[in-house]
């Protein structure tokens, strides 16, 4: 288990929660190159291991799939809702690293004015697209709209974006 900084505050705040997650809910296997992780409420944590870029890479998709567990427990996310589904990637994408400047210039993403917002809004949805009930029409662009001032500006459990 990676012992990066991050990584540990949310084990801990998992625990804090009520929502202990044991080492053992970390599964690795290798996946398509559309995904480095996922989170199941029934499997726990799946990291790609043929897709990790780097150590941070795999703490900051720890991270973002960890963000999943905390919400899952915490605010029991509905995942068939697209409003719900919209809203737990949208935190977990700004709250876990995934839209770091070096990571968006690496991807190609040139920007500076709202560099953030832009990122999350893009990845929000193209992680919502990854689910059939969301592929139809703009269900996952809706949901992301309709939800992103309440769920942008929610850090928690950490006390602002890092």
């Not at 900084?5 to 690795?28: A, G, I, N």
């Not at 799946?46 to 990790?52: D, F």
Request: hydrophobic share 35%; with cysteine.
């Amino acid at each position: 288990m990676p012992t990066g900084p991050v990584v540990r505050f949310m084990m801990d705040e998992l625990q804090k929660s009520k929502c202990p997650f044991r080492d053992d809910l970390f599964t690795c296997m290798p996946c398509d190159a559309t995904r480095a992780g996922g989170f199941s409420p029934e499997i726990g944590v799946v990291l790609c291991q043929n897709q990790m870029q780097s150590k941070q890479h795999m703490e900051d998709t720890m991270t973002h799939e960890l963000m999943h567990a905390y919400d899952h427990c915490t605010v029991k996310v509905n995942w068939s809702n697209p409003e719900q589904y919209a809203c737990a990637e949208i935190r977990a994408i700004t709250l876990s690293g995934e839209c770091k400047f070096t990571r968006e210039l690496r991807r190609g993403n040139f920007g500076f004015g709202k560099h953030l917002q832009t990122c999350v809004r893009r990845r929000a949805i193209y992680a919502m697209k990854q689910v059939p009930e969301f592929q139809e029409g703009t269900v996952a662009e809706d949901a992301v709209r309709y939800v992103w001032s309440s769920c942008f500006s929610d850090t928690a459990p950490f006390d602002e974006i890092y």
